[in-house]
């Protein structure tokens, strides 16, 4: 492992960290000018689903302007997650042993697009399920008039919930890696697992008994993948230990 000065390495952390600054406004930069078509197609699952002749609403002045903007940066920081990625592994890449390389780089890879997975499920296969049914619940003589702030916050809230969600089986594999947990109580947990993940999909998503299936099962079927997942590369591990 190299040692490396105090100095020298608070000199690196600043260049990666403006790096990734960097990147991230130069993504931001060229996503500006379509901002209204990026939140357009962030709206589109509530706009497909109001009645005819209906149409979001925006109750602050400067809403119209900031909440465009703020999905662009969303974007642009998804967007930029490549060159982000880059130089946090090249800051702490020098200091891991091989083996920690080994682990490390393809659970930040597979975390990321993990992440991505759950965001991309909760855009086309959750929201026009829960919009469809606020749609339908709406009582007559009531008019469906979202504020795009609050639609904003809810789709934020929405993403990192599903996003958060699809990161179950790097978790599991973390804590079996570690020696926290074993298999055999990762099998046991399983019956546990399953009300555990009802229960935070009622908490998290509305109240639709369909959206709240559609959290628990890819939840509960992801910590499966986390077990099969540990399951494998223990036994990877195994073999490169015989071979040694």
């Known amino acids: 492992m190299d040692q490396q000065p105090l100095l020298a390495h608070l000199i690196e952390l600043r260049t990666r960290f403006v790096?990734?600054?960097a990147g991230l406004l130069l993504t931001f930069l060229a996503l500006f000018h379509w901002s209204g078509d990026i939140y357009h197609?962030?709206?589109?699952?509530?706009?497909?689903?109001l009645p005819k002749g209906a149409s979001m609403i925006a109750t602050d002045?400067?809403?119209?302007?900031?909440?465009?903007v703020k999905v662009t940066m969303l974007v642009a920081f998804v967007l930029s997650l490549p060159n982000t990625l880059y130089q946090i592994w090249a800051f702490i890449a020098p200091g891991l042993y091989n083996h920690e390389k080994k682990l490390v780089l393809p659970l930040v890879i597979s975390s990321v697009l993990l992440f991505m997975v759950g965001m991309l499920f909760a855009y086309f296969a959750v929201f026009p399920v829960v919009f469809g049914f606020m749609s339908a619940v709406t009582p007559d003589g009531v008019s469906m008039m979202t504020d795009i702030d609050k639609y904003l916050s809810?789709?934020?809230?929405?993403?990192v919930a599903f996003g958060v969600t699809f990161e179950v089986p790097v978790v599991v594999l973390l804590l079996n890696r570690m020696?926290?947990?074993?298999?055999?109580?990762?099998?046991?947990?399983?019956?546990?697992m399953i009300v555990a993940a009802f229960v935070i999909a009622a908490v998290v998503t509305p109240p639709d008994v369909l959206s709240q299936v559609m959290m628990a099962v890819p939840l509960w079927l992801l910590y499966e993948a986390g077990i099969v997942m540990a399951q494998l590369v223990n036994k990877q591990q195994k073999t490169e230990v015989v071979d040694e």
């Open 61 to 68: 002045v400067t809403a119209p302007f900031f909440v465009p």
């Open 19 to 21: 790096r990734i600054a």
């Open 41 to 49: 197609l962030m709206a589109k699952p509530l706009l497909d689903v």
């Open 179 to 192: 020696g926290i947990v074993s298999l055999a109580k990762l099998r046991e947990g399983r019956p546990y």
């Open 154 to 159: 809810f789709v934020l809230g929405m993403f």
